[in-house]
């Protein structure tokens, strides 16, 4: 399964942004999909994820104002990405759950103070 993330950039404190991650050269279907995110000298962390259903789970530092939602129909998930803060600077990494877990190359998001 190849992951190809789109949508990162350099914003302003307050701004928008929306990531995309489209899958493919799945055999099966893809059951959760998600974002996490790395910024310099930290651990990789759980941003957001959706199941194949719907259902979805968020980091409470991004509550009310990160939403994921996806298209199954093209085995998309998007991000998008609303009050952004400085802290939330990051490289921003796509995941696809099939048989086996499968992670993008990753995507910059940088939010200037």
């Known amino acids: 399964v190849q992951l190809a993330e789109s949508g990162g950039g350099l914003v302003p404190a307050g701004g928008s942004l929306t990531l995309s991650c489209a899958a493919s050269g799945s055999r099966f279907n893809i059951n959760n999909m998600g974002w996490y995110r790395q910024a310099p000298g930290k651990q990789r962390e759980l941003v957001a994820t959706i199941t194949r259903g719907g259902s979805t789970n968020y980091a409470y530092s991004v509550k009310g104002r990160f939403t994921i939602s996806r298209d199954n129909a093209k085995n998309t998930v998007y991000l998008q990405m609303n009050s952004l803060k400085p802290e939330d600077t990051a490289i921003y990494y796509c995941?696809?759950?099939?048989?086996?877990?499968?992670w993008g190359q990753g995507t910059q998001v940088t939010v200037s103070s």
């Open positions: 995941n696809a759950q099939e048989e086996l877990s499968y």
